[in-house]
């Protein structure tokens, strides 16, 4: 099956600068990838998404983007604000079959004021 | 975010105890998920199902039952309750296989 792996774990950036996190995927036939944030307490939330046949997409402050050769996709995440401090997840699946979507261990940011 | 519904919000019960906890939605997602969510494990699938009537295991499904006679509830039920199954649990739907999901608010679960 399908193996998410997410670095880092923990990352602490100050407000106003970049914040990266990176997953790489081992199945070669995924083709979907969300991100969602978890803030402490609350729900996961969808806040992008990617699919194959698309190297990067843009929403703001955040982007994402996929290099399906070296099988990993990175959340970029711009001009950094306290309200971005939350738990971050990966995830990837084959859209349409029966495998449902793998989750990556989860990215704790904290954006320092 | 309305659409998708869990009840209780908190329980606490004792071991051996059956719990049922509940989960609603509104949008007729055919696909609806069951995860516990405990400290540095992040979202471990319990259950899915493709369909009412149609259910199928996750990742950590020992210790549960589901069923989902009708396509909006997707009740998730501990049959004898343990303390290692102490957790946030968070039901979620999806319009298609391998789409994306909408979780629902959580439940916190404390097994005594």
């Known amino acids: 099956g399908e193996n998410v792996e997410q670095h880092p774990s923990t990352l602490s950036v100050q407000e106003g600068d970049s914040a990266v996190i990176k997953c790489t995927y081992s199945d070669s036939a995924s083709n979907y990838f969300p991100w969602y944030k978890q803030e402490l307490g609350k729900r996961p939330q969808l806040i992008i998404d990617?699919?194959?046949?698309?190297g990067e997409k843009k929403d703001q402050r955040i982007a994402v983007t996929l290099n399906k050769t070296a099988k990993h996709f990175s959340l970029h995440i711009t001009e950094t604000q306290p309200e971005d401090s939350a738990v971050y997840f990966c995830?990837?699946?084959?859209?349409?079959?029966?495998?449902?979507?793998?989750f990556g261990s989860g990215t704790q940011l904290t954006v320092l004021p | 975010d309305a659409g998708i519904t869990q009840s209780p919000r908190y329980k606490i019960t004792e071991t051996g105890r059956q719990v049922t906890l509940m989960c609603h939605q509104t949008?007729?997602?055919?696909?609806m998920f069951w995860y516990r969510q405990d400290l540095g494990h992040g979202l471990r699938l319990i259950y899915y199902s493709a369909a009412a009537d149609i259910t199928d295991k996750g990742e950590v499904p020992d210790g549960y039952v589901v069923s989902r006679s009708k396509t909006e509830n997707f009740p998730l039920t501990l049959e004898s309750a343990t303390r290692s199954q102490t957790s946030v649990y968070f039901c979620?739907?999806?319009?298609?296989?391998?789409?994306?999901?909408?979780f629902g608010p959580g439940t916190r679960l404390l097994v005594l």
């Open positions: 979620a739907s999806s319009v298609y296989r391998g789409e994306t999901q909408y």
């Open positions: 995830a990837a699946s084959i859209t349409g079959s029966a495998r449902q979507l793998t």
């Open positions: 949008w007729s997602h055919s696909y």
């Open positions: 990617i699919r194959s046949n698309v």
